[in-house]
């Protein structure tokens, strides 16, 4: 890891040693051509560049951000401004997509991406695309109530709604084994705001509120009818994401989706 450009303090918390022990197994390896700007790009905090930024939103790009509001997370260190963009997720196809998503918006490299089981998570560490996500976010946790769709969202082209709706019910959705699909938030504001972009395109849904440890949570449901599983799949709102949960654990919600529409009133 020293040879890749990792600094002692980062060995030390990935390995799980002290930062004195990692110092004393890897003070003696020199940095490789690539780790050696890393080191200086992301340990020593010179900024790295990312691709010009267009003033619409594309497909990758309203992807990432659909993501990281969802399933991953946006934040600088105030003690040493180092900047994270993180998303987790089970898919590795989901990972894959964010990561070629990413490369293809901002032409960035991860940082690092741990393995874990059940899931992936991939960390990209950039000031310059910290800074250009909190234009659209003020905060990507849905835990803050006063964050919003921004108006280039919710007035946007339906292809850019679309991918916005794919990355809420990839990463929140679910479909039960009595093929009910569902989606959950935080968020008052953006649960609602998610079934305003649902309305347009003519899903028929409701909205409930409930209770977990974490705090109050929103669930919608989309009514259970052939029509709304028929339009789902065809806006393609179920592509990479695998059911968690239940007895279709480990499917392709995708398949799952399927199997509802063709067997749906039989």
């Known amino acids: 890891m020293r040879r890749e450009g990792y600094s002692y303090s980062e060995i030390s918390k990935i390995i799980g040693i002290s930062r004195k022990h990692a110092w004393r197994i890897a003070k003696d390896i020199k940095f490789s051509k690539e780790g050696k700007g890393r080191y200086h ?6 900024p790295a560049r990312i691709k010009p930024q267009k003033k619409g939103l594309t497909s990758p790009k309203i992807r990432v951000i659909g993501h990281l509001l969802f399933d991953g997370s946006v ?42 089981v059940g899931y992936k998570r991939v960390i990209f560490r950039s000031k310059l695309m910290l800074e250009d996500l909190m234009n659209y976010f003020e905060s990507y946790s849905t835990s803050n109530q006063n964050i919003t769709v921004p108006t280039i969202i919710m007035n946007g082209k339906s292809k ?26 935080k968020s008052k504001k953006i649960i609602y705001q998610v079934g305003t972009l649902l309305n347009e395109f003519g899903f028929k849904f409701r909205i409930c509120k409930y209770r977990e440890y974490t705090g109050h949570m929103y669930k919608l449901y989309l009514h259970k009818n052939k029509e709304n599983l028929i339009l789902f799949k065809k806006l393609g709102l179920f592509e990479k994401a695998y059911v968690t949960h239940g007895k279709n654990k480990g499917r392709k919600k995708l398949d799952v989706l399927k199997e509802a529409i063709k067997n749906h009133n039989k």
């Open 75 to 116: 934040w600088r260190n105030p003690k040493d401004y180092n900047s994270t963009i993180m998303y987790v997720n089970g898919s590795d196809e989901l990972v894959k997509q964010f990561i070629d998503d990413v490369d293809e918006a901002y032409g960035l490299k991860p940082a690092f991406i741990e393995e874990n």
């Open 160 to 185: 850019i709604k679309i991918e916005f709706l794919k990355a809420f019910f990839e990463d929140e959705g679910s479909i039960s084994k009595e093929w009910r699909i569902m989606g959950d938030s």
């Open 41 to 46: 790009r992301e340990v020593k905090g010179i």
